[in-house]
Every structure is written in structure tokens, then in C-alpha cells.
């Protein structure tokens, strides 16, 4: 089983819809992130966690919501989505430590229409 | 203001040349940089990163503070290194990982 799963693994949408990417792990890790990645940007942090009570806007956050619903779980909602919110989300997991690295889920396409 | 900058979008050599994906990093401090692959429809996986000045997979990086660089590279490209790289930067306050804009390698035959 993977460590990070993300569901739904594609998905279309219509402009204007709400719609909600979900992320768990079973690495017992306190952070959580999510990123998008786009042709020729790289990814960028939408938002971040640190625990269940902690949550913080990254470089990219509007039009973005999350919700830490448990350790192993951080959503991701596009309240209204809109074409350019096209992308390719990731989430991924990390410890605490300065030299560890992260953990990426397999990532969700979406395409909004 | 944390900034990492991998100025070659695709990089193209033949099987068995050297290869040498750049990225800088702007940091006022002492960063940790990390490389990730992707390989095609694969998740990010991370290659290596600099604290542990290991080979991976036939690849190095050395962090240059004085260039403030950490270029990745590899003696003899091998085709099943075709992927896209990303050079990244965890800040030591943030704890956050921020990423370049990404490399693909491209390795013919």
C-alpha cells in the first residue's frame, strides 16, 4: 500500500463547482502539504500543516481551502473552481526533522471546464 | 526571501555523455537542498540531498555556498534516467520545501 494516497486520482469539473481533493498517509507524520505543479512553474505550496491544530496559507493559497480532519488526513477544496486552477495536485507528508525530506502522494489531475 | 532557480527546462543528451542539471538557490542562512525525479506517471521521489553527500543511482550534488548552487550530475547518462528533476530548498526556520521550476532530461539513444 502506498504511503500517501490521494483520491480521486483524475477528475473534470465545471467552473463554478465545489469540489474537494482528499489526502491520507499511514507514515505517522505530523506535516502535511499541498502543492500544485504546472508546465514550467515547478510545484508551489498551496497550504501547509503542521498538526491537527495547525494550519497555514502557502504561496498560492487563494481560492483554496483545507481541512485537517485527523493526523493521517488534509483535504484540499476549490470552493468555486475556475479554468486556471487546471492543474496537477499534490499532496505529501514529511517528519519534523531539518534533513528529512518529503513523502508525495501520486497526485490528483484535475481539469476544470 | 527563499528562491531556487533551475534555469534549463529541458536538457537533451545522447546515452553515455556527462550530465549536469544546474540549480541555484537564493537563502539568507543555511538551507538543506534536496533533489526529486519524476519519473513518467510516477509520484516525486526523492534522489538525494545534501547533507548526505551520497550517490544515488550514479548521481551527485555539491553544495557550493560560496556560488550558492547544488548542481546535480552524473559521469554517463543512462536512457531509463529520462525524467524531470526538481532542485529544492527547506529553510531552517520555515520547514517548508520550496521548489524550482523543474528540468526534464531527456536521454537518447
Known amino acids: 500500500d502506498a504511503d500517501v494516497t490521494q483520491t480521486p486520482r483524475n477528475r473534470i469539473t465545471k467552473t463554478g463547482k465545489r469540489i474537494m481533493l482528499e489526502c491520507s498517509q499511514t507514515?505517522?507524520?505530523?506535516?502535511m502539504y499541498w502543492y500544485r505543479q504546472d508546465p514550467g512553474l515547478g510545484l508551489r505550496l498551496i497550504y501547509y500543516s503542521f498538526d491537527v491544530k495547525d494550519i497555514n496559507k502557502g504561496e498560492i493559497s487563494d481560492g483554496y481551502s483545507v481541512s485537517r480532519q485527523a493526523q493521517a488526513k488534509f483535504s484540499l477544496s476549490l470552493e468555486s473552481a475556475i479554468p486556471n486552477q487546471t492543474a496537477l495536485y499534490f499532496c505529501?507528508?514529511?517528519?519534523?526533522?531539518?534533513?528529512?525530506?518529503?513523502?508525495f502522494g501520486s497526485g490528483t489531475r484535475l481539469t476544470v471546464v | 526571501a527563499q528562491r531556487v532557480t533551475q534555469p534549463e527546462k529541458l536538457l537533451s543528451v545522447f546515452k553515455g555523455a556527462p550530465v549536469e542539471l544546474k540549480c541555484n538557490y537564493s537563502?539568507?542562512?543555511?538551507?538543506?537542498l534536496f533533489w526529486y525525479v519524476q519519473y513518467s506517471r510516477q509520484r516525486l521521489q526523492l534522489l538525494l540531498r545534501?547533507?548526505s553527500r551520497e550517490s544515488i543511482k550514479g548521481f551527485t550534488a555539491d553544495l557550493n555556498k560560496g556560488e550558492t548552487s547544488f548542481h546535480l550530475k552524473k559521469p554517463f547518462a543512462q536512457e531509463e534516467d529520462s525524467a524531470m528533476y526538481y532542485c529544492?530548498?527547506?529553510?531552517?526556520?520555515?520547514?517548508?520545501?520550496?521548489f524550482g521550476q523543474g528540468t526534464t532530461l531527456q536521454v537518447k539513444p
Open positions: 529544492a530548498l527547506k529553510g531552517r526556520n520555515t520547514g517548508k520545501l520550496i
Open positions: 507514515k505517522g507524520h505530523d506535516r
Open positions: 545534501h547533507i
Open positions: 537563502y539568507s542562512g543555511s538551507p538543506e
Open positions: 505529501a507528508t514529511s517528519d519534523p526533522g531539518f534533513n528529512n525530506g518529503y513523502t
